[in-house]
């Protein structure tokens, strides 16, 4: 008798702590609505170097930067590769402005982006890139 409610403790045990312990739960992706203006806007400012650097308003200086992007330093921005999934973006609206963020998993690289919707267009109005660049070994 005591051997099957040993065994019958025994199978209760592992049968809680397998429903103990869940799966890792499916992330999915948030679709936001985003305007058609903003996406056409975006897809020309990456692929038309004129149109990007007439959508920029000069300078930029985001706090803590050590750098003042002008048009004459302005590194042209491609359109945006994930890299097999080691790099994510999300768009936050807020009214006329979105707000962007580009990153990496691991956390290493952030890239934030401020559009502004303006009487004449879009316009990048704040740029900022966080990296941990770590020290590097002797």
Known sequence: MKNIILLFLCFFLFVSCKKGSPEQPIVENEVIEIEKDFVDFYETFHIDSIFQLSSINF??????????????????????????????REFTPAGK??????????????MHRRWAKLTDGWKLMYYKIDAYNPPEQE
């Open 97 to 110: 402005i979105m707000l962007e963020r580009i990153y990496d998993a691991n956390g290493f690289f952030n």
């Open 59 to 88: 300078p930029l200086h985001a706090p803590g930067d050590s750098i003042t992007w002008t048009e004459h330093n302005w590194i042209l921005h491609k359109p945006f590769d994930d890299f097999d999934g080691k790099f994510r």
